[in-house]
């Protein structure tokens, strides 16, 4: 019996609560990309550098707090940045859109046009990231940094594993579902998201009713703003930050969005889900779990590890092509252009 | 060719033999080595998105498969790292291909829908452990013999030049793997397929140690041209280089990189000459053809997804031997440095900068982006002395600024990207 609860609480420490926290991240990410595609009708290769320069923002108002000796007691001081960071971040999407999308949306460019205007934006976002905060390693995560560790936990339940669960981890979580009750809520209650809604599902229907495009396109924005913003600093709080490794965010990202099935919402939070669920278990060396679960004869020599984790990418690529090539529409049904 | 064309190779030419005089020919000469090269990877892209309309984003992948190519054809081959487990590396490998190739012929047969899924999956799940079993011991075995100087299997030990078209071969063959998966899908999601396959052979070259050692990467990759320190004991050599007024090391070195543009400019010559005649020829017309619309052209009896695989391995192809081009250049195979922004991204800017579908666009974006790249970082550094020469020296703003003059790059790269876009989208040489 302690054998198959240290089972549990080894799986859980290592695959479960790093897996939902990963996930969470991936969730947020993912949204934002796919209401840009679902309004803005373009597969956004900028969108990890948006949470990059988000990040970055957030960042640099932490350290401001900090210098003035401001403090969220065991919370990370970057949650009361946060708001700033994606104000900043917001003012500088709407820019973007001013001075480089809105004149290919005029000219109803296709959307590979767009895709490729938007490599462009991920250039100078970039470099701007580069240029402000440099491409060293950041870590901005202060505060508490476990709400329950290892060996308090082991003393706590008397088992030989322990369940560390980091401060991080949870204020991921929480973030996360606090930040997705407010864009269903948006979506689904107001007339603004109802409006966005509508022009996704059917742009000239959606003029013909009367619904502002600028206005439902800088509303999209804002809310991009506030996802990737908030994806990119818990991820950078639950790892940290640096400008190349959100460059690599996207592939995961793009993955969990298609996955669900571009623009819809619901998908990209499951595909987010199944995406860091299956890059943790396949890249997890089993050699501990099993060790509990099996008979002593039985028992693993090796780490039991399916691919180094060096290869997550490729399991999240794994999984594109597989819902690629048996349900190209993803999970949940995307659109289709 | 337009008179435009001729004015803008002529200013390109210009720009380099400036820059010789500026700050040395040994510069001019090294960017005028990676601008041919450029070139030839421009000119695949172009022969991918200018004639057929394919977003392929994974240039780095096709250019990393190329250098690996030139380490497997040219370095000598390890026979202690063979007698070790060479033999059963390649079992395993030939067993995991024959796993797939089972699995794709079970789900090729159309009888019983769910057995066949099982069936299938049962076939890859025990058909990976069976793969991994066989694997594991032998690369250990070839791993573990003197990690510190091979630690991998070696090569053919053939000469360098045979690279060049094996790496295009290898780039084709993943072409081939990923194309029939992701084409005649969406655009955006071959973009994406593309974006992972390059990743993914990244990540196999930094991490399968047997095959070209990893992140401790291959260094001293044999030359197709002489080495400076012979040329430096050649009395003929010394003696023509006194001739010009030139002492004998720099001599060497100026011309084992002349004689390096030359073996480069041949290769993209070649492709060019070809890419033009494929252009003129009724296949370059039914491409353009597909690119413009495809449902005519398929209303028209063209098989457009199998006319995009063509291309699209074509086009990888070419990418590939660039990549072995550039991996013989460098004398030395070091996975870490490959990063999509400047391997997929920067190429496509050249691309779109040149002009997409004009080949000879496609070339002179190459030369173009690459000068810039280079260039922007003096260039960069000088604008930033310029512009903080008004703050007092000990300013924390100006060493901030000057400090980060080299990240100017990649944001320069993105306002030309976007300038050239949305004041000239065709190009500076426009598709006629």
């Known amino acids: 019996m302690t054998d198959i609860l240290n089972a549990i609480v080894a799986l859980s420490n290592f695959v479960l ?66 708001p700033v960071g994606i104000a900043i971040t917001g003012l500088l999407l709407l ?60 003393e706590m339940t008397g088992l030989d594993e322990g369940l560390a669960i980091r401060s991080t981890t949870l204020i991921t979580l929480i973030t996360a579902a606090i930040a997705v009750a407010l864009l269903f809520w948006f979506l689904n209650k107001t007339r603004t998201g109802k409006s966005m809604r509508a022009f996704s599902d059917n742009e000239d229907l959606a003029l013909l009713s009367g619904i502002n495009p600028e206005r439902v396109v800088a509303v999209t924005w804002l809310i991009v703003a506030a996802l990737a913003t908030t994806a990119g600093v818990l991820y950078g709080l639950d790892k940290s930050f640096k400008a190349f490794t959100y460059f690599q ?8 969005a298609i996955v669900g099935g571009l623009g819809n919402p619901l998908g990209a939070i499951a595909g987010g889900f199944v995406i860091a669920f299956s890059e943790v278990l396949v890249t997890y060396a089993w050699k501990k779990v099993l060790e509990y679960l099996l008979p002593e004869n039985l028992e693993p020599s090796s780490l039991v590890q399916l691919l180094s984790t060096d290869y997550k990418f490729a399991v999240s690529f794994a999984i594109l092509i597989i819902v690629l090539l048996f349900k190209p529409t993803g999970l949940f049904k995307g659109q289709s252009v | 060719m337009t008179a435009r064309g001729y004015l803008l190779y002529a200013g390109m030419a210009l720009l380099i033999v400036l820059t010789g005089f500026v700050q040395g020919w040994n510069l001019a000469l090294t960017i005028l080595n990676m601008g041919l090269i450029s070139a030839i990877m421009s000119l695949g892209v172009n022969l991918q998105w200018g004639f057929a309309g394919l977003f392929n984003v994974g240039v780095m992948g096709f250019v990393a498969l190329g250098g690996l190519a030139a380490v497997l054809v040219s370095m000598p081959p390890v026979a202690e790292g063979w007698n070790a487990g060479g033999l059963r590396l390649l079992g395993a490998l030939a067993l995991g291909a024959a796993i797939l190739v089972a699995a794709v012929q ?47 299997l070696g090569g053919l030990g053939l000469p360098i030049i045979i690279a060049w078209p094996v790496g295009g071969l290898l780039a084709a063959g993943a072409a081939w793997i990923i194309g029939k998966a992701a084409l005649g899908l969406r655009s955006d999601y071959l973009a994406i397929a593309t974006l992972g396959i390059a990743e993914i052979v990244i990540a196999v070259l930094k991490n399968e140690d047997w095959l070209s050692r990893g992140v401790k990467n291959v260094v001293g990759l044999p030359r197709p041209v002489p080495y400076e320190v012979d040329l430096q004991r050649d009395p003929g050599f010394v003696e023509a280089a006194a001739g010009y007024g030139l002492d004998p090391v720099t001599a060497s070195t100026l011309w084992v990189k002349i004689l390096y543009s030359g073996l480069f400019a041949v290769v993209l010559i070649a492709i060019l000459f070809l890419a033009q005649r494929a252009l003129a020829s009724p ?58 922004l400047r391997f997929t991204f920067l190429v496509w800017v050249m691309v779109i900068v040149g002009g997409s579908g004009n080949n000879y666009g496609a070339v002179l974006g190459g030369f173009l982006i690459w000068w810039l790249w280079v260039m922007v970082e003096p260039l960069g550094l000088w604008a930033m002395e310029l512009i903080t020469s008004g703050m007092s020296p000990d300013s924390w703003l100006r060493a901030h600024l000057t400090d980060s003059a080299a990240q100017m790059r990649l944001m320069t790269m993105g306002i030309i990207l976007l300038a050239v876009l949305r004041f000239s989208p065709k190009g500076l040489m426009p598709e006629r």
Request: aromatic content about 10%.
């Open chain 1, 17 to 82: 609560i790093p897996g939902a926290a990963y996930g969470a991240q991936l969730a947020l990410g993912a949204l934002g990309v796919t209401l840009i595609y679902g309004i803005l009708r373009f597969s956004n290769f900028a969108h990890g550098d948006t949470m990059a320069f988000g990040t970055m923002a957030t960042i640099l108002v932490t350290w401001g707090l900090q210098s003035m000796g401001i403090s969220f007691g065991f919370l990370p001081t970057a949650l009361i940045a946060l």
């Open chain 1, 95 to 154: 820019g973007t859109d001013r001075a480089v999308y809105r004149f290919y949306r005029k000219q109803k460019a296709a959307p590979v046009v767009l895709v490729i205007v938007s490599i462009g934006v991920m250039f100078v976002m970039n470099g701007l990231v580069r240029f402000i905060i440099g491409v060293g390693d950041v870590n901005f995560a202060d505060g508490a940094r476990f709400v329950i560790n290892a060996r308090q936990f082991r």
């Open chain 1, 249 to 256: 965010l996207l592939l995961p990202i793009f993955a969990a």
């Open chain 2, 106 to 152: 079970v789900w090729k047969r159309k009888i019983g829908g769910r057995m066949r899924a099982l069936v299938m999956l049962a076939l890859l799940i025990g058909g990976f452990f069976l793969f991994r079993a066989s694997l594991d011991p032998a690369v250990n075995a070839i791993e573990a013999i003197n990690p510190s100087l091979s630690g991998y």
């Open chain 2, 283 to 340: 296949w370059g017309r039914m491409m353009r053809a597909i690119r413009d619309n495809e449902v005519a052209a398929a209303a028209m009896g063209k098989n457009v997804t199998a006319r995009h695989l063509q291309v699209f391995i074509l086009g990888s192809a070419v990418c590939g031997i660039a990549g072995a081009m550039m991996t013989t250049l460098d004398g030395q195979l070091t996975p870490g440095s490959y990063q999509p």
